[in-house]
């Protein structure tokens, strides 16, 4: 058998495409570590794609077997190229000596809490560090009055800072995953210069409005903490959990539930898709469902795990749309390839779109090995199925994720298998539940309070078991900083 | 169908596992709660009985959101009586978030003119709301529960639409009294205000309405928030310090701590104890 393993039998097609995946995205993540000046490296990157072209064609026509390998050479070297294309975005970072005074226009939803607003700005700015004009995302920090909006254009007169490292925390690194290159806080003048305008800008306005009303129907009718968790698992809202809360989940290995991590958006979609879908046929139920995921995605921020999730499902309804199914890793793998082209930073800089495939990875391929392990010790079958898919897709995700926990907060959760088993099937009830209090709250005041009451258990029973879980003794280990 | 027993399954449980966890908490006394919540350097209590709730100021930011959903009952979405002491940030940041969230009675305050953003939000909220602002004069009484009232003290309407360059003299002070006992509020107000208060009701020989077995010491336990004067005519057993642990005003100050031991006073401090409950009923107060 191993007399026949060579690079034709490798060769089929979907596999080809699995490989080429791989090893784009790992040029990708190779270049991230070697911060060239795009102007300096171009040349060399374009010679030496043509030169591997070259190869690789004298090679096919010799119908030799180092064509292969060239290629792959190839693919590795455009992976580096979709990194150094956003250079201009990413590196180096954007700073102003001194004051100065840019126009530009809001790109995201404004961040607002008690005290303060955030909003990404984009502009045309001079940075001082590469002596030439470029378009820069930058965070601006405001006070929390005057409110801005989504769309809004503004001149600004501020410095633009570098981001800092906190606490050992790369908030450049974090931010870059974002494509925001500099900061501004306490500008010295802002000034509204027009509205939000344009077809595309006042669609994604009006979707974040929705959620914001959506958010403040939920928050009306719903107390505290239980209202934060709510937002949390619906629509990824964060700002408003508490430190404690968030550090219990951080303990206890659950901060991707009000993460909207993939599993969430799945569970979205799914209710979405048996609410609506049913009563439509295949091909009305794929463009409503296509129209549904975007909506949700810009709604939502487009967050990585949204993201992800959302391209994932795609392509599922599409394949059940045409009546096939894709291999998994590829379609993990479109995802990867088509988020790491419009944004190769996140790569190396984004930590949900990290966790986020392998997470997804540890369910395809260890949730399948923790299955066989369990039946074997359960050779009775005592187990139901149920709890049998549950354990074994907690114990794959988390053993996928836990060495990059390790490595960025320092913490390994061993309780973190009892409580996903205790607290994540419940989730999906929650999430109904959130949504139709939310939209009872919308319609009628009195409805809301009586639906937000059925809901209440629900999310006390989550913040129960996850007070309660984050206080056994050893259930988490921190390593020392 | 099947989906259906399944939801209702989960449900079950997850009421049987919530019931159980009340059950393993103490039984609720009857009578009046007061809480003095933990949010940081700022001011936030609550008065509640049964489902009827006074909430006097709100803290610096929305701390006091998750304290009032674990202590008012399921399904109360209505504060029936919101006090602002003084509008300063660290007092009235967190009830422009309530007032987002909750049903407000009645907004109480001094009216006292500020122009900080927060106060502006907080004025803007109550008139988008409809939410009648009452500004008490002195001696003026309001009773949110059959057998509890609220008599204001100081400074009645003195300030309603005027400047103050020190907004802690502004503070509403007042005393919430039940059947049997009574507890004192006194905002931030500092020493020459407490001495002008003190020096009207000697005067007007009306002393005894200072008296109450709670006082919650006036500014964050600053060394410009407690006089003798007051304690001697308060009469006071416990003494509430509504402070944020390692703030940067160096509050409680040590003068006033030596000053409330004089006295006898058993001191809770919010940022040693967290929130501090007491039970008010017929047979007295009780601290926990």
């Known amino acids: 058998m191993f007399k026949r393993l060579s690079w034709k039998n490798i060769y089929f097609p979907f596999r080809i495409f699995t490989l080429i995946s791989c090893l784009f995205l790992s040029g990708t993540l190779l270049a991230s570590f070697v911060n060239i000046d795009l102007v300096a490296s ?181 107390p505290e903490p239980q209202a934060s968790l709510a937002a949390g698992i619906l629509l990824g809202i964060k700002r408003n959990i508490s430190d404690e809360f968030m550090s219990s989940l951080q303990k206890t290995g659950l901060t991707h539930i009000i993460a909207l991590s993939g599993f969430n958006v799945t569970i979205i979609i799914a209710i979405f898709m048996n609410l609506v879908c049913v009563y439509l046929g295949k091909k009305r139920s794929f463009w409503l469902g296509l129209l549904f995921i975007l909506a949700f995605v810009v709604m939502t921020g487009a967050c990585s795990s949204v993201v992800r999730a959302a391209i994932f499902s795609m392509m599922l309804i599409f394949g059940k749309t045409i009546g096939r ?3 998994q890793t590829n379609l993990m793998l479109v995802a990867a390839v088509a988020m790491v082209l419009a944004n190769p930073f996140i790569i190396r800089s984004d930590l949900g779109f990290q966790l986020s495939f392998l997470a997804f990875a540890g369910l395809i391929y260890f949730s399948p090995i923790f299955e066989k392990i369990i039946d074997k010790f359960d050779g009775h079958r005592v187990v139901s199925d149920f709890w049998k898919h549950s354990l074994a897709e907690t ?53 809301g309070k009586i639906a937000a009451l059925l809901l209440w258990p629900f999310l006390e029973y989550i913040i129960v078991i996850v007070n309660w879980l984050a206080r056994v003794p050893m259930a988490f280990y921190q390593a020392v900083k | 169908m099947k989906k259906l027993t399944q939801f209702v399954l989960v449900f079950l449980l997850v009421c049987g596992v919530l019931i159980f966890t009340e059950i393993s908490k103490k039984p609720e006394i009857a009578g009046s709660q007061i809480y003095f919540f933990d949010v940081g350097q700022g001011d936030a209590a609550l008065i509640q009985e049964g489902d009827q709730q006074v909430l006097i100021d709100g803290g610096p930011d929305d701390k006091v959101l998750s304290e009032l959903g674990r202590v008012m009952p399921a399904g109360d979405r209505k504060i029936e009586h919101m006090i602002l002491t003084h509008p300063h940030a660290d007092h009235i940041v967190g009830l422009n978030q309530v007032l987002e969230r909750y049903e407000v009675g009645e907004v109480i305050s001094t009216g006292v003119v500020s122009t900080s953003s927060q106060y502006l939000e907080f004025l803007n909220n109550i008139k988008t709301k409809n939410i009648p602002f009452k500004v008490p004069k002195v001696g003026d009484e309001i009773a949110p529960f059959t057998d509890g009232k609220i008599d204001f003290l100081w400074p009645g309407d003195t300030y309603l639409s005027k400047e103050i360059d020190n907004l802690n003299n502004s503070s509403l002070v007042f005393r919430f009294c ?48 407690t006089t003798d004067s007051l304690l001697q005519n308060v009469k006071a057993i416990h003494a509430v310090i509504s402070v944020g642990a390692d703030n940067q005003f160096g509050h409680p100050h040590e003068a006033a701590l030596t000053l409330l031991k004089k006295y006898g006073l058993i001191i809770h401090r919010t940022d040693q104890n967290g929130t501090v409950r007491f039970i008010l009923n017929k047979d007295g107060v009780f601290p926990e």
């Not at chain 1, 001082?128 to 995302?137: E, H, I, L, P, V």
């Not at chain 1, 390994?412 to 139709?436: D, K």
């Open chain 1, 395 to 447: 114990l794959g995700a988390q053993l996928a994720v836990a060495p990059l926990i390790l490595l960025q907060f320092g913490t390994v959760s061993f309780i973190s298998p009892a409580a996903n088993l205790l607290v994540v099937f419940i989730v999906p009830y929650a999430m109904i539940m959130t949504f139709w209090v939310g939209v009872s709250s919308m319609i009628y005041y009195p409805l």
């Open chain 1, 42 to 222: 171009w040349p060399i990157l374009v010679f030496g794609a043509i030169a591997l072209i070259l190869v690789a064609f004298i090679n096919f026509l010799l119908k030799n077997k180092f064509l292969a390998l060239f290629s792959l050479g190839l693919v590795i070297l455009l992976g580096a190229m979709a990194y150094y294309a956003h250079f201009d975005q990413g590196f180096p970072p954007c700073t102003s000596n001194g004051e100065i005074t840019f126009a530009g226009r809001i790109v995201t939803k404004p961040e607002i809490d008690y005290k303060q607003q955030k909003l990404v700005f984009e502009t045309e700015i001079f940075n001082a560090t590469t002596q030439r004009n470029q378009s820069a995302k930058l965070l601006v920090t405001l006070p929390r009055f005057p409110q801005y909006h989504f769309g809004e254009k503004l001149e600004i007169t501020a410095v633009v800072e570098q981001p800092v490292i906190l606490d050992g925390f790369d908030y450049a690194g974090y931010l870059k995953g974002k494509l925001i290159t500099g900061t501004v806080r306490n500008p010295a003048n802002v000034t509204f210069v027009a509205a939000n305008s344009g077809f595309g800008w006042k669609i994604a306005e009006d979707l974040y409005d929705t959620s914001t009303y959506f958010e403040q129907a939920l928050n009306r009718v719903i």
């Open chain 2, 178 to 225: 039940t059947v049997m006992s009574c507890a004192i509020f006194t905002g931030d107000a500092e020493q020459d205000e407490q001495e002008d208060m003190v020096a009207y009701y000697a005067k007007e020989n009306m002393l005894s309405e200072f008296e109450s077995k709670i006082i919650k010491v006036a500014h964050h336990g600053s060394s410009n928030g």
């Open chain 1, 325 to 327: 199914r894709g291999d």
